[in-house]
C-alpha cells in the first residue's frame, strides 16, 4: 500500500461516516416507543460522535494531500426499530474493521500521526457495536 491508496480508503471510510450521520439522523427521528427512548438518547450520542469521526478523516486526508470526498452510500430502508439498530449495527461492525485496517496501514508507512489520530475513532466504535449490541439485547 502507498499513501495515494490510503487516502482513497481514508475517503471511503469517510463516505461510511457520512452515512452514519444521514443514518442516524433517520433512525433517531423514526425509532418510537417507550422501550426504545434511552437506545434513541444513546443514538443521538453516537451521532454526535459520528461528526467528530468525520471531521478527523477528512482532516487525514486533507494532511495526507487529498481531497476530502463528500459522497454519501446509500442508508438501506428498515420496517422497524429493530432493523434500524441492526443497520445501524452492521455499519459500525464495518466501519470498526475498516478503523483496525486502517491504523495498521498507517502505521507500515511510517505515519504515526495518522494512526494515532484514528485510534479514537477505532474506541467510540467498539463502544457503539457494544452499545447496539445491548440494545439488541446480543
Do not use: C
Amino acid at each position: 500500500m502507498d499513501q495515494h491508496t490510503l487516502v482513497k480508503e481514508l475517503n471511503e471510510d469517510l463516505g461510511t461516516e457520512h452515512q452514519s450521520l444521514v443514518q442516524y439522523i433517520q433512525h433517531i427521528a423514526t425509532i418510537s416507543g417507550a422501550e426504545y427512548m434511552s437506545v434513541v438518547d444513546e443514538l443521538r450520542r453516537h451521532l454526535a460522535q459520528e461528526l467528530e469521526h468525520a471531521l478527523i478523516l477528512a482532516e487525514q486526508v486533507t494532511f495526507l494531500g487529498g481531497i476530502p470526498e463528500t459522497a454519501v452510500p446509500t442508508v438501506p430502508p428498515t420496517n422497524s426499530p429493530r432493523e434500524s439498530l441492526e443497520a445501524d449495527l452492521a455499519l459500525e461492525s464495518n466501519q470498526l474493521d475498516r478503523y483496525r485496517e486502517r491504523i495498521i496501514q498507517a502505521s507500515e508507512l511510517g505515519l504515526v500521526d495518522v494512526a494515532e489520530a484514528l485510534r479514537p475513532l477505532l474506541e467510540q466504535t467498539q463502544e457503539h457495536v457494544r452499545d447496539l449490541r445491548t440494545a439488541l439485547g446480543r
